[in-house]
């Protein structure tokens, strides 16, 4: 029996995030750092350049659209849904549908209408849109599962190293 047959059955663990507390000031922090913020995004970009062409093509950004889960997102954040909206059958989209989303977004993305997305395009809608999130989320704190490795688990990550703890004395 190989490695491969002792997994069948077993359902591995998968890390998938942190549940955290933030707002919009924690966001907007991270977002304003540029030193934090460029070299958070020259990561993500790079991640995603698969041929390492310097820009990223339709095919190469969607897997990020599709982890923001646009589909049920309003500038970051999940839709409440009423109850009867919680309790009414989902609304499936068609591929068609989604395909119109994505490609949506990714014209936003490429500012320059040339079909493509570079780092500074890609730079300067993300903080757009961390910017967007900052302001739907307020300053009222909301307690969230983030994405490890995401780009607002950096934001988080960002505010917890550089808060500064005065120590209590008596």
Known sequence: ??????????????????????????????????????????????SLDSNGDGVLSRTEIRPAFERLNLEEMRFGVPVTKTTDEVNAP???????????????VFDTFDTDHNNKVDLMEFRSQLKEIFLAIADGLGFAPLTMMVEHGGLLQNAVEHETNTCYFWPITN
């Open 90 to 104: 989902p609304v499936t989209k068609t591929t068609d549908e989604v395909n119109a989303l994505y490609d949506s």
């Open 1 to 46: 029996m190989g490695m491969d047959d002792a997994r069948v059955g077993h359902e591995e663990e998968v890390d998938v995030g942190s549940v955290v507390v933030l707002d919009g000031s924690t966001v907007r922090e991270f977002a304003t750092d540029e030193k934090a913020f460029t070299s958070a995004i020259d990561k993500m970009f790079a």
